[in-house]
């Protein structure tokens, strides 16, 4: 056997070779060779099949990903490959895909309102209270942003999270999402007719879990709320 994590090959003194992985998984009763008849362990390390091994090059068995990489560096690179398959937001929904495709089975198999997105320039949501949940896609890298709100209870504050769709490992770019609201038109204006947050955005292939538990999220005040059932937000 060699898997991603290879640890090279052993032998024993007779020649026989043993994957290091596979060898320490097995009981102690069986980690002697089984073609020796003097029984002898693995406990000589083959540097030559380790070079020859370490040398062979596989490509990252993501969808759409053509990257090449050694047997030792795959895991790191599954990692934080920018197309590993992420988990849909929606609930009960099985689903998983690279960002691009994930992005486009949402935006076809559920009702979840779907925005495109060109970074520094602000964009203006009117998201419902009653299901406080978008897709945010920019066209320009194919990066996929689950935007999700909840309210614990009626009159409550409504606090906003914004989750980069893909895996948490993922190098840069890092993003930073800026957020306010408005109050409600017709409401006098004063300091607190609006409120504001810049927030860093968490990287997760499971968007919906992270969005729940995440520290980082944007509380909108009742009195911005008040008897409405959208709340205005700018992103």
Known sequence: MIDVLFAGFLQCTGGHLACADCHVERPGNQRQCQKCESGNGFNVRNTAVDAVVSSLRVQCP?????????????????????????????PVCGY????????????IAHPMPVHMIQYCKVLQLQVPLSEPRLLLFA???RCAFFLVGGMLDIGAPIAMSVVCIRVGASPLPHYVAKLWANGLPGE????????????????????????????????????????????????
Not at 199 to 207: F, G, I
């Open 62 to 90: 993501h969808e759409g990903c053509v990257i090449y990489v050694t047997y030792q560096k795959l895991a790191d690179h599954q990692s934080m490959c920018p197309l590993a398959p992420c988990k849909c937001p929606m």
């Open 188 to 235: 006098p204006k004063g300091t607190t007719d609006a409120v504001k947050v810049e927030m860093e955005v968490t990287s997760n292939k499971d968007p919906s879990d992270v969005a729940v538990q995440e520290l980082t999220f944007f509380t909108v005040p009742p009195k911005l709320l008040a008897g409405a059932k959208l709340v205005s937000l700018h992103i």
């Open 139 to 141: 066209e320009v890298d």
């Open 96 to 107: 998983e895909g690279p960002p691009p495709v994930l992005y486009h089975h949402i935006s």
